[in-house]
């Protein structure tokens, strides 16, 4: 898109300096280049057009080989070699300096259609900022009520996480995941994952069906080849009362926990945050640069998921016919979120800083550990067993940390941060209150206690990120004129106010600029004999970044043909 306003000198400076850096990092450069051109290739063969609301990633294909990366190797990369080889790149240091004279030096997101909207794929639905999930059905959860009939039969010890629990069958041969809350704090995990669950499905994600259950010592027998250990595993008695010793239990004696349905569909593993699945000619980009999960830092912002890292995803392949079927990408842990742990309440450092981190480290090394980090200024015990430590008083959307540096977080740029924020800024009130409610919290003041947090710390994002880009949306020709949303005022957080529009044409005519007090603009004066105009519309007296909107003449007048915030 053409850009719509003036050439800055400064950026000169800038980008002299981010084309010396990006000579330094070229080997890095072109291996990603070419990884990602092969994933054009493929897709261009469908002709597919900018324009489109679905990404086409669900064409058949044959079930690609069982893979995912290595769980402490993922760790010890993400968390330890990365964060080191970032310490001490010197491109990557020149490049940082270059953003400060104005230069972008950001790769944008590649799955973007002309509106700057992400289409619906296999990992994202757009849902609730373009069309409000009824508060009733959020009340309810991502799906309609199921539970695990009992009695249950535990078919396997949970094999992995911390969390304890097992693998049962129900009494209608369903297979489910069962995970108990902490000893001594029920609904924490299950609560956290119900709210977090039902939020992050109605902001445009795939989620399994999970489902708080309650249940008693006599509602579980275990599996006689288990029991007996005839298979290479066993589970005695007296290991399954060790399990659930470890467990919530509520006032009538009864286990706090939530059940996770099995998916359907063949389990292939967890992906690669750093590649794409090998044997997925539908996975069209490197995950580091598709917008959802680049501004998936903005909702676990929200919801205070510390734990986001490769494992939290899992990709099941779903058989449509004669063998052939798709890949479809599940957001699959959500319980680590608000104020859970899975041991208890989350670590007061969690949300504050990496589980190695480096700067921190550094700061503390050089103070002889005389700082004062900012967890330590949150007042995060709420004192509610089934809240945890969650906070919104200090929370500052743009410095919350997952335990590990996340590839697609670390790519993210104010665009796909605006993205995320809107999508946070959807959720009304009642919303957000249902969803709450969706967890059916015994403890009436972790409702209230929940729902003003999410509410507040809503607000905090909408404000910071609207703040870096104009949140002026949703552009449509109405009425003979470019109507949009100012989203900051639709929400209440800003009074009416004007804005500012820079208009050039395609022909290279003078540019126009002028105010308007309404987010609506007349267009029968502009451009009448162009056949395409280039806008770039502000909030006056705003520092935001503007959005950029391209109208092109048809038959029966203008239409908006692209989109740009930022």
């Known amino acids: 898109m053409r850009p719509a306003v003036g050439y800055r000198p400064a950026r000169a400076v800038g980008l002299a300096a981010l084309l010396f850096a990006l000579g330094a990092a070229s080997g890095a450069v072109a291996a990603d280049s070419e990884k990602q051109q092969t994933a054009r290739n493929s897709k261009d063969e469908l002709n597919i057009s900018e324009h489109t609301w679905v990404d086409h990633d669900r064409r058949p294909i044959q079930r690609p080989p069982d893979w995912e990366p290595s769980y402490w190797g993922s760790q010890l990369h993400q968390g330890f070699f990365q964060p080191l080889s970032h310490a001490f790149d010197i491109p990557d240091k020149l490049i940082w300096g270059a953003r400060k004279f104005g230069a972008g030096s950001k790769r944008e997101a590649v799955n973007v259609n002309a509106f700057d909207e992400v289409p619906n794929s296999s990992w994202f639905t757009n849902r609730n900022h373009w069309r409000p999930v009824p508060v009733a059905e959020m009340r309810e959860g991502p799906d309609r009520p199921l539970e695990p009939a009992k009695p249950w039969i535990i078919k396997h010890r949970k094999k992995r996480g911390f969390t304890v629990g097992f693998q049962i069958e129900d009494a209608k041969g369903k297979k489910w995941l069962v995970k108990l809350d902490p000893r001594g704090y029920p609904q924490l995990t299950a609560g956290a994952d119900m709210v977090s669950r039902t939020l992050m499905h109605a902001a445009g994600y795939n989620v399994p069906h999970n489902s708080p ?16 250990g005839t298979k290479g595993e066993h589970l005695t008695e007296a290991d399954l009362d060790s399990v659930l010793a470890q467990g919530a239990v509520f006032a009538d004696g009864s286990y706090s926990a939530f059940a ?3 998916l359907s569909g063949h389990v292939l593993g967890a992906p690669s945050l750093e590649r794409r699945r090998p044997g997925d000619s539908n996975d069209w980009y490197l995950h580091r640069n598709r917008r959802e999960l680049r501004g998936l830092y903005v909702l676990v912002s929200w919801i205070g998921d510390w734990d986001s890292k490769d494992h939290q995803w899992l990709d099941m392949f779903v058989e449509t016919r004669d063998s052939l079927g798709y890949v479809k990408h599940y957001l699959l842990d959500v319980g680590s ?12 450092r969690s949300g504050y800083e990496y ?12 103070t002889f550990g005389l700082i004062t980090e900012p967890w330590r200024h949150a007042k995060q015990e709420t004192g509610i067993p089934s809240v945890g430590n969650f906070e919104a008083e200090t929370f500052k959307p743009e410095d919350f940390k997952s335990r590990l540096p996340h590839p697609g977080f670390r790519a993210m740029t104010d665009r796909d941060a605006y993205w995320g924020a809107k999508i946070v800024a959807s959720f009304s009130d009642a919303q957000i209150a249902a ?9 009436p003041r972790a409702r209230e ?5 999410l509410i507040a710390r809503r607000d905090k994002i909408a404000r910071h990120w609207f703040g870096r880009v104009a949140p002026l949306d949703f552009f449509r020709i109405q009425d003979g004129g470019l109507r949009f949303q100012d989203l900051a005022v639709d929400i209440g957080l800003e009074n009416a106010r004007s804005y500012v529009v820079e208009i050039e044409s395609e022909r290279g005519a003078p540019s126009k600029r002028f105010t308007f007090t309404k987010p609506g603009l007349p267009l029968e004066n502009l451009g009448a004999n162009e056949s395409r105009l280039y806008l770039s519309i502000s909030v006056d007296g705003s520092k935001a970044k503007a959005a950029h909107v391209e109208l092109t003449r048809k038959d029966n007048g203008w239409v908006v043909t692209r989109v740009r915030h930022g």
């Open 213 to 228: 259950v309650r249940f008693r010592r006599a509602d579980v027998t275990i599996d006689p080849d288990l029991l007996k």
């Open 449 to 453: 206690y929940l729902v003003r947090s």
């Open 435 to 443: 969803a709450v409610d969706a967890a059916k919290y015994e403890d």
């Open 355 to 366: 589980s190695f981190d480096l700067g921190y480290t550094a700061r503390r090394l050089v």
């Open 260 to 262: 996770s349905l099995f």
């Open 337 to 348: 979120s608000l104020g859970a742990g899975a041991r208890g309440p989350k670590g007061l």
